[in-house]
């Protein structure tokens, strides 16, 4: 079972506590899998990695952009989130999937689920060999990154899937480190495929719910909403938990981000 919510949009320091906190609710076996969905006001994110010339403005020009600098404890290098950006954090216990599921798959399989959202609008994506992520066919532009935090098998950090995102923002950084590849969204891609043609805009509620069904699919269980974060902890709304139990210590620390 995976709990699914929504939080609207959150700043990245208050998104990264929280974070935090479900991880080590989870270690504990406190709360069930949970997804996190949301935006972020403009934000740039460097990561353990990130070289700081893949940033190509100062903090008082990002400012003056509206964009906060943000430096983070994931790995990787720089990226960007912004409003029209639909952002995922799956807290995710990868010990309790039978066979357990190892950090590479699980990034395959978050590929696939925003492979499958887009396909749900009529977007063409696919992998590209030797990156992470999701790209379009059509001309291959990055459309959805993936940075994925792994401590004793929990999940942490995820993807961010460009909807209807100012995309001028990423002239800011070098997304990823790529200098080479371009940025799309998902409204970009459809005005591209069908020019000429008015392509009404997709909401970040649409796509979310396009992802949350995707999500059970490709990791073959249910998603239930939660509506508040009590109703998550089971303060107010009993939302099905798995149990305490001695979970086995390991101790690798994995992080990809691309």
Not at 7 to 24: F, I, M, N, W
Not at 151 to 166: E, K, M, P, Q, Y
Not at 176 to 191: E, F, N, Q, Y
Request: with cysteine; net charge neutral.
């Amino acid at each position: 079972m995976i709990s699914i919510l929504q939080l609207g949009r959150v700043d990245y320091a208050t998104a990264l506590k929280l974070q935090r906190s479900l991880v080590e609710l989870r270690k504990a076996g406190s709360i069930a899998d949970t997804l996190l969905l949301l935006e972020h006001p403009p934000v740039i994110t460097l990561g353990r990695n990130a070289k700081r010339n893949n940033v190509l403005v100062s903090e008082e020009q990002a400012a003056r952009a509206g964009v906060e600098i943000f430096e983070c404890d994931r790995g990787g290098d720089v990226t960007y989130h912004g409003p029209g950006q639909l952002v995922g954090y799956p807290i995710f216990d990868l010990r309790g999937y039978t066979p357990r599921i190892g950090a590479v798959d699980f990034v395959r399989k978050l590929e696939e689920v925003l492979i499958r959202t887009c396909a749900d609008f009529g977007i063409a994506t696919h992998r590209v060999h030797g990156m992470t992520g999701v790209w379009t066919l059509r001309h291959e532009a990055k459309i959805a990154a993936i940075g994925v935090h792994i401590s004793r098998g929990v999940t942490s950090h995820g993807f961010a899937l460009n909807i209807s995102t100012d995309l001028d923002h990423f002239r800011l950084i070098v997304p990823c480190g790529i200098a080479d590849k371009p940025v799309t969204s998902m409204d970009r891609a459809l005005a591209s495929a069908y020019p000429g043609i008015a392509v009404t805009p997709l909401t970040l509620s649409e796509v979310s719910e396009s992802a949350t069904r995707n999500f059970g699919r490709v990791f073959s269980t249910e998603t239930t909403s939660v509506e508040t974060l009590d109703a998550l902890l089971g303060r107010t709304v009993g939302v099905p938990m798995k149990p305490p139990a001695n979970l086995r210590e390991l101790h690798e620390d994995e992080t990809f981000w691309a």
